[in-house]
């Protein structure tokens, strides 16, 4: 059943965080199997109306107008990313806060008319790091792309590119990285019995057998 499905780690950057009033203007891509082994990649600039770019967007991705002009549109990059993606497969889309980057997504392909490729599940990081952050009981700052490649030691001082397929391939990678320390522990490591607990936490029930409860 595994071997059924396979991750898109997507990112895309935009004019605007407003679905409305902002274009897409450029779209990474990288497709792994299941056990995150890579299958493929490619990033597409996507012609975007200058007026749906804020100038802080801008600022941000390095747009640059000319550059932009000469892109293919986005009906043609959603068509050659349907193209890419593995076939007879779910495609599970992934990435660092990836229900914005599908949200536009699915906008795109609507207003194309094309069939969105992608599952209704996503894999975010965010939970990944936030999960990882509960296990080693170190409470994460934020949960920005940022601060989870960051604390895993993945992050030079130039920071986040805010282009888009290298923002995919670090979250990929700082993805393989959290699962690598998610190891199985015992759960009595993790999870504490009523010895362990206070006295004023421990019910009058506490030392009755909860295997009905757990189940």
């Known amino acids: 059943m595994p071997s059924e499905f396979v991750f898109a780690f997507m990112d895309c950057e935009f004019g605007g965080l407003d679905l409305e009033i902002h274009d897409i203007t450029e779209v990474g891509v990288i497709f792994t199997d299941y056990r995150l082994v890579e299958l493929s990649e490619q990033q597409w600039r996507v012609k975007a109306r200058p007026e749906r770019i804020s100038d802080e967007a801008a600022a941000i991705f390095g747009y640059d107008e000319k550059l932009w002009s000469e892109a293919p549109p986005i009906r043609q990059v959603l068509e050659e990313m349907t193209a890419l993606a593995p076939k007879g497969k779910v495609v599970v889309p992934a ?26 599940h996503v894999i975010d990081l965010a939970t990944l790091f936030y999960a990882w952050s509960l296990v080693v009981d170190e409470p994460a700052r934020a949960l920005s792309l940022r601060q989870a490649a960051t604390t895993a030691g993945l992050l030079g001082d130039g920071g986040v590119a805010h282009r888009a397929l290298a923002d995919a391939r670090l979250t990929l990678e700082t993805f393989r990285y959290y699962v690598g320390r998610l190891a199985p522990r015992d759960l009595a490591e993790v999870v504490p019995t009523a010895a362990d607990r206070p006295a004023d936490e421990v019910g009058p029930d506490s030392g009755a057998d909860t295997t009905d409860s757990i189940a």
């Open 95 to 120: 990435g660092q806060n990836v229900r914005m980057d599908v949200a536009f997504l699915e906008r795109a392909f609507r207003n194309c008319g094309i069939p969105y490729p992608f599952d209704y």
